[in-house]
């Protein structure tokens, strides 16, 4: 006859609209579960806490079903035993003789021309638009793109290193991130951002360039407690939220906003 039967779809509407409310659910308690895991994590002691893996857990904000064995632990243990090949044939080279001092700048040096050889470098800081890419600060991101900004790679650097016996800490500088090897007159430091170590004068024109009037490190910075590991994810995280404010993400900044909160209440807690 021509004449085509139109059947309601009201069944099928709502059967949609519950399965799009049963994803919801299951979106909102893996952020809850990451949350936790997250704060389970960031409130042990500070000897205890795992940065690299807080770090990790701190990108499930983002993506909360993130696996994160297959995106960041393996791909730094994959980059630890290199490294530490490197680091044993560097150690036979040098000898017995070497001192304390000339074998963490000799690790240093030697961390930062493995990883500038796997391709990690900062990402383009005359770009804003690249800069502050919430990716830059996204553990997982950072090791699958092989760029982020100066933090985020010290992170990477930071875990690289301990597998050759370098312990690098964070030195509280303000505007940009150093890690820091040694101490005394003997220390130095580790800019992840351009891969390479640097004096504490070199770290001065750096900081100079970046505020645009002198900057000199006061003579006792290599001897001041290392920066605590919540107060690393803190900076992190304020990276984030600028990141997330500039950029109108008001589902993301009110996420990152609740570990803001769970680190702010530890740190001020621990004061």
Known sequence: SGVRVCRRSGGGDRQQSAEDDAALDDVSVALRTALARFEEEVSKDDRSLDLARAAALLALHAEPRLDLEASVFAPIRDLQERFRVRAQDLERMAGPGLSEAARLHALSAALCSFLSFEGFHGCDRASEDDFYRADNSLLHK??????????????????????????????????????????????????????????????????????????????????????????????????????????????????????AQVLDRLIQNRN
């Open 142 to 259: 950072v090791l699958e793109r092989k760029t982020g900004i100066p933090i985020s790679l010290a992170v990477v650097y930071r875990e690289v290193g301990l597998a050759a016996g370098l312990e690098l800490w964070g030195a509280n500088f303000p505007g940009y991130f150093f890690l820091g090897y040694g101490r005394g007159d003997e220390a130095g430091l580790v800019d992840a951002f351009t891969g390479r170590t640097s004096s504490g004068a070199q770290a001065s024109e750096v900081l100079t360039e970046i505020f645009n009037r002198p900057v000199m490190l006061q003579p006792g910075w290599a001897d001041g407690p290392a920066l605590p590991h919540v107060v690393f994810l803190r900076r992190m995280v304020s990276n984030l939220e600028f990141v997330y404010r500039r950029d109108g993400n008001l589902s993301q900044s009110a996420r990152i906003t609740q570990y």
